[in-house]
């Protein structure tokens, strides 16, 4: 077995599998697609974890498409899920499998059933058959056809084989129990008459298997031991075991077992909805950037690295819930800024005049493509004379009092070169500013020592190259656009701005199609695959150097908006391009973050409390934010004296504390630095569970006080007693009773619902883990 393990719950059962010596000790996974549509960020995570643990215990996964619809199903999209998953770092040897393989053994398992009492053809509507199902709260009624005599069912069958019925005409339904409590086990259909093309069988066949027929019987012929779901599969694991313990015997016998899927903001993963943004001409295609397809991913440029350590960061749960999106953008921020080389690019520029610059002289300057890590070597010539462009939001005729940028009389280090400073401001008719008219210090080039307000990113007026520059962000404007009555009204209108414009260093002219660049003070951009050229790239901006979302940090963003226009199709002309003073403003937006690292850079006092923080464990983010404002690193220093888990207290601070105050001052709050320190104790030492936490720290916000004693004034302290765990979830299965009886007729979504409650009904303050298993024991 190759080390490290995975740690999660799935694992766990693996490693307890192979103790046991079950099935010999094999592990055999699968990842079994529908080939009808491209692969998304979801099904990344299924991938992952499947090859992952199979690979973990020297098992293999089996590769499997599962063809068994024919109307919806395509060779294209066969070859690009292929891709996907080799893209993703994940091979299958000579262990790639089709539903279609077992067409003839299923079909021969079918006739089995017939032949053996526990199947029948049902020559019903199929309304009839709906409805005579019944449901959670109603039993079905038996079809009039259930007891067709077995030789009866087995010539009808026949001739559905052969072709001699129409579709819809009869189906073959397993014969279970019409009063089962799971809708599901109620006679379920096993196959079913479609006259279609198959894209790989031809027109061999003209009736198919139903998935919950089909999955069962392939795992089994391919000696699958883990079949490894997501939770919309619960249910469906009775009707799994009955087709196998039906058909068996089996070795190995393949087990189900369901986690959470990956349900991620502001996004859909609905394929009907990915479907719809793609024919309404809504984004450019499945590959468009802003798709949360793998395709659409890898075109933006994010790297297959990026994706495993987001599926390791967001771990394997058993319950379902929205994954914050910040958590993938932190992802690929930490893999890009591993491996892009820093380069120059000016997105909305504003021209400079150096008037002390000697007309006609340029000079190549050296410039590192590491400016930070010099070990790692390189570095190309960048021509500097006398017109250069900056970004023109880096200018201010009258600038803020903490203004670091250019103004008139300020000075400016441009990035790998000399100090300016700004001396004139020329404008248009209009009073439009067109230029700046600027002094060069000649002798600043190497003066280490020579401080101007901050660095600016900059190139030449005429020697830089043009670019097509996308800036690419979220598709929606809103978290859980699947919530919206319309979600195409979530559509972010500025998910995708062209800068028209915008210029690049000569060295990028020949950047290769798929490379990465950190573009200086923008953001990481990738050499887009497609529409790049030799002497013409195109850069599509996979991410911002920093969250410019996160309305919850100490950097206080602006509020983005929500609208119902339509996004831009990629690669087609941008709303922003039709509208160029609304288009230039969005390309040049800088974050506060990059102010901030202007900041340190003009001053040791906030650069050394930033390193001090980093020393303490905080992430670079969580350091930045942290140190950036004297009145939070106050604050900051105050809770850790009282408690010195930093990393444990930053996350309170930052994800917790910053959304609760809003924009009210800390220095105003009834709560103390020391005291949150002392808070964060208590959830540190599981005094507190995070639902309990958050009420707590809520209340210390409003009236201040001990929290200790306001723990215990409201009641807020862990339970772990199993005795009054137990008699909460008595209350709440009472008052709940017909919920209770609905998750008993197979409704088992609602075990969620149920978790809540208790959880409410203890104020949050329950053992999670705890109340979970005494649901399911009271539930049986």
Same mark, same amino acid.
């Given at each position: 077995?190759?080390?490290?393990?995975?740690? *999660?719950?799935?694992?766990?059962?693996?490693?307890?599998?192979?103790?046991?010596? !079950?099935?010999?000790?094999?592990?055999?996974?699968?990842?079994?697609?529908?080939?009808?549509?491209?692969?998304?960020?979801?099904?990344?995570?299924?991938?992952?974890?499947?090859?992952?643990?199979?690979?973990?215990?020297?098992?293999?996964?089996?590769?499997?498409?599962?063809?068994?619809?024919?109307?919806?199903?395509?060779?294209?999209?066969?070859?690009?899920?292929?891709?996907?998953?080799?893209?993703?770092?994940?091979?299958?040897?000579?262990?790639?499998?089709?539903?279609?393989?077992?067409?003839?053994?299923?079909?021969?398992?079918?006739? +089995?059933?017939?032949?053996?009492?526990?199947?029948?053809?049902?020559?019903?509507?199929?309304?009839?058959?709906?409805?005579?199902?019944?449901?959670?709260?109603?039993?079905?009624?038996?079809?009039?056809?259930?007891?067709?005599?077995?030789?009866?069912?087995?010539?009808?069958?026949? /001739?559905?084989?052969?072709?001699?019925?129409?579709?819809?005409?009869?189906?073959?339904?397993?014969?279970?129990?019409?009063?089962?409590?799971?809708?599901?086990? !109620?006679?379920?259909?096993?196959?079913?008459?479609?006259?279609?093309?198959?894209?790989?069988?031809?027109?061999?066949?003209? %009736?198919?298997?139903?998935?919950?027929?089909?999955?069962?019987?392939?795992?089994?012929?391919?000696?699958?031991?883990?079949?490894?779901?997501?939770?919309?599969?619960?249910?469906?694991?009775?009707?799994?075991?009955?087709?196998?313990?039906?058909?068996? @015997?089996?070795?190995?016998?393949?087990?189900?077992?369901?986690?959470?899927?990956?349900?991620?903001?502001?996004?859909?993963?609905?394929?009907?909805?990915?479907?719809?943004?793609?024919?309404?001409? +809504?984004?450019?295609?499945?590959?468009?950037?802003?798709?949360?397809?793998?395709?659409?991913?890898?075109?933006?440029?994010?790297?297959?690295?990026?994706?495993?350590?987001?599926?390791?960061?967001?771990?394997?749960?058993?319950? *379902?819930?929205?994954?914050?999106?910040?958590?993938?953008?932190?992802? %690929?921020?930490?893999?890009?800024?591993?491996?892009?080389?820093?380069?120059?690019?000016?997105?909305?520029? #504003?021209?400079?005049? #150096?008037?002390?610059?000697?007309?006609?002289?340029?000079?190549?300057?050296?410039?590192?493509?590491? @400016?930070?890590?010099?070990? !790692?070597?390189?570095?190309?010539?960048?021509?500097?004379? $006398?017109?250069?462009?900056?970004?023109?939001?880096?200018?201010?005729?009258?600038?803020?009092?903490?203004?670091?940028?250019?103004?008139?009389? /300020?000075?400016? $280090?441009?990035?790998?070169?000399?100090?300016?400073?700004?001396?004139?401001?020329?404008?248009?008719?209009?009073?439009?500013?067109?230029?700046?008219?600027?002094?060069?210090?000649?002798?600043?080039?190497?003066?280490?020592?020579?401080?101007?307000?901050?660095?600016?990113?900059?190139?030449?007026?005429?020697?830089?190259?043009?670019?097509?520059?996308?800036?690419?962000?979220?598709?929606?404007?809103?978290?859980?656009?699947?919530?919206?009555?319309?979600?195409?009204?979530?559509?972010?209108?500025?998910?995708?701005?062209?800068?028209?414009?915008?210029?690049?260093?000569?060295?990028?002219?020949?950047?290769?199609?798929?490379?990465?660049?950190?573009?200086?003070?923008?953001?990481?951009?990738?050499?887009?695959?497609?529409?790049?050229?030799?002497?013409?790239?195109?850069?599509?901006?996979?991410?911002?150097?920093?969250?410019?979302?996160?309305?919850?940090?100490?950097?206080?963003?602006?509020?983005?908006?929500?609208?119902?226009?339509?996004?831009?199709?990629?690669?087609?002309?941008?709303?922003?391009?039709?509208?160029?003073? $609304?288009?230039?403003?969005?390309?040049?937006? /800088?974050?506060?973050?990059?102010?901030?690292?202007?900041?340190?850079?003009?001053?040791?006092?906030?650069?050394?409390?930033?390193?001090?923080?980093?020393?303490?464990?905080?992430?670079?983010?969580?350091?930045?934010?942290?140190?950036?404002?004297?009145?939070?690193?106050?604050?900051?220093?105050?809770?850790?004296?009282?408690?010195?888990?930093?990393?444990?207290?930053?996350?309170?601070?930052?994800?917790?504390?910053?959304? %609760?105050?809003?924009?009210?001052?800390?220095?105003? #709050?009834?709560?103390?630095?020391?005291?949150?320190?002392?808070?964060?104790?208590?959830?540190?030492?599981?005094?507190?569970?995070?639902?309990?936490?958050?009420?707590?720290?809520?209340?210390?916000?409003?009236?201040?006080?001990?929290?200790?004693?306001?723990?215990?004034?409201?009641? #807020?302290?862990?339970?772990?007693?199993?005795?009054?765990?137990?008699?909460?979830?008595?209350?709440?299965?009472?008052?709940?009773?017909?919920?209770?009886?609905?998750?008993?007729?197979?409704?088992?979504?609602?075990?969620?619902?149920?978790?809540?409650?208790?959880?409410?009904?203890?104020?949050?303050?329950?053992?999670?883990?705890?109340? +979970?298993?005494?649901?399911?024991?009271?539930?049986?």
């Amino acid at each position: 077995m190759a080390d490290p393990r995975p740690q *999660n719950f799935l694992a766990d059962i693996i490693e307890a599998d192979v103790a046991a010596g !079950r099935d010999g000790g094999r592990v055999v996974t699968r990842f079994p697609p529908e080939p009808n549509g491209f692969l998304h960020i979801g099904h990344s995570k299924s991938i992952l974890l499947n090859f992952g643990l199979a690979k973990a215990y020297g098992g293999r996964t089996h590769f499997r498409f599962d063809d068994t619809n024919p109307v919806t199903e395509e060779t294209e999209y066969v070859e690009a899920i292929q891709a996907d998953v080799r893209w993703l770092g994940c091979e299958w040897g000579d262990h790639l499998y089709y539903a279609s393989d077992f067409f003839e053994q299923m079909y021969q398992c079918a006739e +089995r059933l017939v032949r053996e009492g526990k199947a029948y053809v049902d020559t019903q509507p199929q309304d009839a058959i709906r409805e005579q199902r019944g449901s959670f709260d109603r039993p079905g009624v038996a079809s009039p056809f259930r007891d067709r005599p077995a030789e009866e069912s087995l010539a009808l069958l026949q /001739r559905m084989r052969a072709g001699e019925l129409p579709d819809g005409a009869a189906v073959l339904r397993a014969r279970i129990d019409m009063a089962h409590p799971n809708v599901l086990m !109620r006679d379920p259909l096993l196959y079913r008459i479609r006259h279609a093309h198959h894209h790989r069988t031809g027109d061999r066949w003209c %009736i198919y298997p139903m998935y919950d027929f089909a999955h069962p019987l392939e795992d089994a012929f391919e000696g699958v031991t883990h079949s490894i779901c997501t939770l919309e599969f619960e249910s469906n694991r009775e009707l799994y075991d009955w087709v196998l313990d039906s058909l068996g @015997p089996w070795s190995p016998r393949p087990h189900q077992y369901e986690f959470a899927r990956l349900a991620l903001g502001y996004t859909v993963m609905s394929k009907r909805k990915l479907l719809q943004l793609v024919n309404e001409k +809504r984004v450019s295609g499945w590959d468009d950037p802003r798709m949360p397809t793998i395709a659409g991913m890898r075109r933006r440029g994010v790297t297959p690295e990026a994706l495993r350590d987001f599926a390791e960061l967001i771990g394997v749960a058993k319950n *379902n819930s929205v994954v914050d999106i910040g958590k993938l953008e932190y992802a %690929i921020r930490s893999d890009l800024e591993k491996r892009t080389p820093r380069a120059l690019a000016v997105l909305n520029p #504003l021209r400079v005049v #150096l008037t002390n610059w000697p007309e006609g002289k340029l000079e190549e300057l050296e410039v590192p493509w590491w @400016p930070a890590e010099p070990a !790692r070597g390189g570095s190309r010539k960048v021509p500097f004379g $006398r017109e250069l462009l900056v970004e023109r939001d880096d200018f201010a005729e009258d600038p803020p009092r903490d203004w670091k940028r250019l103004a008139p009389g /300020r000075e400016v $280090r441009l990035a790998g070169a000399y100090v300016i400073r700004c001396d004139e401001v020329l404008k248009s008719a209009s009073g439009a500013v067109e230029a700046l008219r600027c002094t060069c210090d000649l002798a600043s080039l190497r003066d280490g020592a020579r401080r101007a307000g901050g660095t600016l990113n900059w190139v030449h007026a005429t020697r830089s190259v043009p670019a097509q520059v996308r800036l690419y962000d979220r598709l929606f404007a809103v978290e859980q656009p699947d919530a919206e009555p319309d979600f195409l009204a979530a559509l972010n209108p500025d998910s995708l701005v062209v800068a028209e414009g915008a210029r690049v260093e000569p060295a990028l002219a020949g950047a290769e199609p798929g490379s990465r660049w950190q573009f200086l003070r923008q953001g990481y951009f990738f050499a887009d695959p497609v529409d790049s050229r030799p002497g013409a790239p195109a850069f599509n901006r996979t991410i911002t150097l920093k969250d410019t979302w996160a309305s919850r940090s100490a950097a206080r963003p602006e509020p983005r908006r929500a609208a119902p226009a339509p996004a831009t199709p990629a690669g087609g002309e941008a709303a922003g391009g039709r509208d160029g003073a $609304r288009a230039q403003g969005a390309t040049a937006r /800088r974050t506060r973050a990059d102010a901030r690292a202007e900041l340190r850079a003009a001053n040791p006092e906030l650069a050394a409390r930033h390193a001090r923080y980093l020393g303490l464990g905080l992430g670079e983010e969580e350091a930045d934010l942290v140190s950036a404002d004297a009145g939070l690193a106050a604050f900051f220093d105050a809770a850790v004296a009282a408690h010195p888990n930093a990393r444990s207290v930053a996350r309170w601070l930052l994800n917790e504390l910053a959304g %609760i105050t809003r924009d009210r001052e800390l220095a105003t #709050l009834p709560l103390g630095g020391a005291a949150f320190g002392r808070f964060v104790a208590l959830v540190d030492a599981g005094k507190l569970t995070p639902a309990s936490g958050k009420a707590l720290l809520a209340d210390l916000v409003a009236q201040g006080g001990e929290p200790a004693e306001r723990m215990r004034a409201l009641g #807020l302290e862990r339970v772990d007693d199993a005795g009054a765990i137990d008699a909460a979830v008595g209350r709440v299965l009472e008052r709940h009773a017909a919920e209770v009886a609905r998750y008993r007729g197979g409704e088992r979504k609602l075990f969620g619902v149920l978790v809540g409650a208790v959880m409410k009904e203890t104020n949050g303050a329950a053992d999670a883990a705890v109340v +979970r298993k005494t649901l399911e024991q009271r539930l049986g």
